[in-house]
Each structure stands twice: as structure tokens, then as C-alpha cells.
């Protein structure tokens, strides 16, 4: 990047399972009223605004006309990202990087307790010719890539439930975490099949909330804060659409995206130079080869560093300390910036019982979920 971004406010709802008494507007609002205040600025003051949303999801057509008002952006600049919080975040890094803006708020929700036939919305994804008219689901996509990553990694369905048992466990001391919990391998283990090797307990819950961020040119973010963590680097890329023509063992979209970050961010040894992730981990496998294919495991090795405790919250490289998706729950466009959030706590020293000791960079990545070989990855510090 030309010059370093910062984050200077930063705001969330608690993630839940259902917000029956909450609108998106009202956890919108909600969020944003805390990044504002954070930033110490009003919307007046903030130069364009994004929101990250996909609109059949939503339920709404062209959705950024249904955000200005609860992000104080009536008639101001407002556009929408159809993708993952982080690559919203990084769309506002490149407009500051312009020139032209020197402050931008970028928001993402989740109202999906409001979606009554979510398999069926995200079915709507696959390739209509090949794989809708089987009548499956994206879960039913994701056994057949587990299966796929555990036969050509070596890595096991008990290494995939200790992912499960770490993530749930490290939500409960996240108070915005929704699926807390103390399992066993074998709770996990013998949950229900849902796509063989797949099973209940190691896809991740729906969840709802919002987040908001308040970004700024490094001049700026240095006048209103006095502790702004730093966007030091964000790529992110797409893969072969086609589920039948990739290789769908690996997260190619995941180790592109790294390796860009990191020579933004000047790191050449991401073991060494961070100190602890938030991966996607929406299915409990998915946490393996993000692992793996993020240059933080060796082929292979990423269940064992689970199973030997490298990953847990004690351990030498924490991984999803907040819980993940798992534990938080599974916020669709508002994963990444639930991800992000906790980082931010965390490089603030304010992440409580999770903290993480001596946390200084660390690694925030997200996948935008069945069939897309799409995800982002941001490199963050408070240096």
C-alpha cells in the first residue's frame, strides 16, 4: 500500500442465533453508534461509506439503498461489495490510498436467522447445469471437499473434531460468541452425518450481528487515535469457479491471497512474525487447509499441530481465539469482520480472558463459502 491505513473505531452487535426484537437497521445503527464513537467523529465527517452484503441474501434488490440511514450516510457516497467483509476493507484501503478520501466506514450484518429456506438461498450458488438440478446443498459440496482434503493430506476426522473442541471451548470466553461449549472428540464425532465425513457439529452455526469500522490515512488515524492498529497488508483472489475443474483439497484463493499480503507487509516468515489467526473455520476442516494453504502448516501438519496443542489459546500460535465461526457463530458477509474485531481486541491488549500474551501482528482471513474459491486475507499490527 502507498501509505499505511488505520483503524481508528470500531464497532459490533453480540452475535446470536436469533434477534427477534432487532432489525438489520437497528444492529446496523447499533454498531456504527460505537465505531463513531470510538473514532470520536460524526457521519459528517466520514468521507464515503461501504456496506459488504449480497442481495439475495438479503432479500432486497440494489441493498446499499437500504443502509444510508442507520450509518448516518443519507445523501453521501455509499456503495455496496458483493464479498466477505475483509474485501470490503480492502476496497476502502485502495480508495484512500487515492488521495481523494481520507476517511471511510465500512459495515457488514448478518440477519440470518430472518432467512427461512437458507439452504435452498445458497444452493442458488451452484452451477445450474451440473449440480442444482442434483437437489443438494452446499454442505453436501463441502463432505465431498473434506473427504477430498483428509485423503490427500493425511489429516483425520478426529484432527477436524479437535478443531471443534478447541473453537467451541474458546467461545466461551467471548462474550459475543453464541455457541460456547465443553465437547469431547467423541461428541463430534458421533453427531449426525450431514455429508459423509461431514457431521453436525462440524459446521459452524448461523448467527446474527453487525460490524462497523472506521478506517483512516495514516496522518489522520495518528490526529484521532492514539493506538490505531494497522492495515499493514490485504489481498485478496478468486479461484476456478468450476467445482469440476480444481483442485478443491487445497485453498489456492487462500495461499495467492497470503503471499500478496505478506510482501505488502514486508513478512517473509509468517510462524515467526505473527503471533496468533483468525482463519475460516465455517466447516471444522476448513480451519486445516486454510492452515496449510496460509504457509502456517506444512502439508499435513496442521492436525497434528491441533491435536498437539500449537493452535490452543495457551499454545505457541493461537488460532481463532475468539472461537471462530464455530463457536461464534457464522455470519456469512460479516465473518471476516467478526474475525477482524477480535484482532483488533487483541492487538489492543482488550481481548480478557482469551488474550492473547504479547500480541503484536497477527493474520485475519476469511473464504466467501460454497463453491467459491474466493477469500481475503489482512495482516495487522499495533506498531
Known amino acids: 500500500m502507498k501509505e499505511r491505513v488505520g483503524i481508528v473505531g470500531i464497532g459490533v452487535t453480540g452475535f446470536n442465533s436469533v434477534s427477534p426484537s432487532l432489525s438489520f437497521k437497528e444492529l446496523t445503527y447499533t454498531a456504527a453508534v460505537k465505531a463513531y464513537g470510538e473514532a470520536g467523529l460524526h457521519p459528517k465527517q466520514i468521507d464515503s461509506f461501504i456496506t459488504a452484503s449480497e442481495d ?3 432479500g432486497y434488490s440494489i441493498f446499499d439503498e437500504y443502509v444510508p440511514d442507520q450509518m448516518g450516510a443519507v ?10 467483509f475483509l474485501q470490503a476493507l480492502g476496497v476502502g484501503c485502495m480508495m484512500i490510498n487515492t488521495g481523494r478520501f481520507t476517511t471511510i466506514a465500512v459495515e457488514a450484518h448478518s440477519k440470518a436467522s430472518n432467512v427461512k429456506t437458507l439452504d435452498e438461498v445458497q444452493a ?3 452451477d445450474p447445469v451440473y449440480l442444482r438440478p442434483l437437489k443438494e446443498n452446499a454442505k453436501f459440496v463441502a463432505g465431498l471437499e473434506m473427504k477430498c482434503f483428509l485423503e490427500m493430506t493425511g489429516n483425520t476426522e478426529e484432527q477436524c473434531a479437535r478443531v471443534v473442541v478447541k473453537n467451541k471451548k474458546n467461545s466461551q470466553k467471548n462474550p459475543n460468541a453464541a455457541y460456547g461449549a465443553e465437547l469431547s472428540v ?3 464425532l458421533n453427531s449426525e452425518p450431514i455429508s459423509t465425513p461431514l457431521k453436525r457439529l462440524d459446521v459452524s452455526e448461523r448467527a446474527d450481528g453487525a460490524i462497523m469500522v472506521v478506517l483512516a490515512s495514516e496522518a489522520e488515524a495518528r490526529a484521532l487515535c492514539k493506538n490505531p492498529i494497522w492495515i499493514d497488508g490485504i489481498a485478496w483472489f478468486s479461484g476456478n469457479g468450476n467445482l469440476w475443474s480444481r483442485n478443491i483439497a487445497e485453498a489456492d484463493y487462500a495461499r495467492l491471497a497470503m503471499r500478496k499480503a505478506c510482501s505488502m507487509a514486508g513478512i517473509s516468515d509468517p510462524r515467526k512474525e505473527l503471533h496468533f489467526a483468525e482463519i475460516c473455520d465455517e466447516y471444522s476442516y476448513k480451519e486445516l487447509q ?3 494453504a496460509l504457509g502456517l502448516a506444512r502439508k499435513g501438519e496442521a492436525g497434528y499441530l491441533t491435536e498437539s496443542g500449537v493452535t490452543s489459546l495457551d499454545g505457541d500460535f493461537p488460532v481463532n481465539p475468539s472461537g471462530g465461526s464455530l463457536g461464534v457463530g457464522h455470519t456469512f458477509e460479516a465473518s471476516g469482520g467478526m474475525k477482524l474485531y477480535e484482532a483488533v481486541l487483541q492487538l489492543r491488549n482488550q481481548a ?7 500480541a503484536k501482528r497477527c493474520l485475519v482471513q476469511s473464504w466467501r463459502g460454497v463453491p467459491t474459491a474466493t477469500g481475503a486475507v489482512a495482516i495487522l499490527s499495533n506498531e
Not at 445523501?75 to 466477505?84: E, G, I, K, L, S
Not at 480478557?352 to 504479547?358: F, Y
Open 186 to 188: 467423541d461428541d463430534v
Open 352 to 358: 480478557g480472558a482469551r488474550q492473547v500474551k504479547d
Open 124 to 126: 442458488f450458488a451452484l
Open 290 to 292: 486454510h492452515l496449510e
Open 56 to 58: 439475495f441474501m438479503e
Open 75 to 84: 445523501m453521501r457516497p455509499v456503495h455496496t461489495v458483493t464479498a466477505d
